[in-house]
Nanobody, 123 residues
Framework: QVQLLESGGGAVQTGESLTLSCAASGLTLSNTNTAWFRQAPGKQRSYVAVIARGGSLMYNRDAVKGRFTISRDNPKNTVYLHMNNLTPEDTATYYC????????????????WGQGTQVTVSS
């Protein structure tokens, strides 16, 4: 059974940083494509970043604006999202998704999802 467990969310102020973690079991993240998505209140879920099986990275440039970095620790079977210079527009529930055949921004391509972790940024 595949499980993705996100952690690291919290309440911060504008300009602060957070690192989200996605720890996997039943799925080897270095053998697949893993993404972070987010869903703000009243909005559809949207793609944030992808780390491909081979390590290449993709970002939603409009959302990230050079502030976020996705990374992976293979021995720990964990993917991270390092978020800097947070703004209230980053307030959302952040989801880890894995198991896509290709490195894609399409959420329908990811069969495995975590439960989400809340990030709240106040001004």
């Amino acid at each position: 059974q595949v499980q993705l467990l996100e952690s690291g969310g919290g309440a911060v102020q504008t300009g602060e940083s957070l690192t989200l973690s996605c720890a996997a079991s039943g799925l080897t993240l270095s053998n697949t494509n893993t993404a972070w998505f987010r869903q703000a209140p009243g909005k559809q879920r949207s793609y944030v970043a992808v780390i491909a099986r081979g390590g290449s990275l993709m970002y939603n440039r409009d959302a990230v604006k050079g502030r976020f970095t996705i990374s992976r620790d293979n021995p720990k079977n964990t993917v991270y999202l390092h978020m800097n210079n947070l703004t209230p527009e980053d307030t959302a529930t952040y989801y880890c998704a894995g198991g896509a055949v290709t490195a894609t921004a399409a959420e329908d391509e990811y069969p495995h999802w975590g439960q989400g972790t809340q990030v709240t940024v106040s001004s």
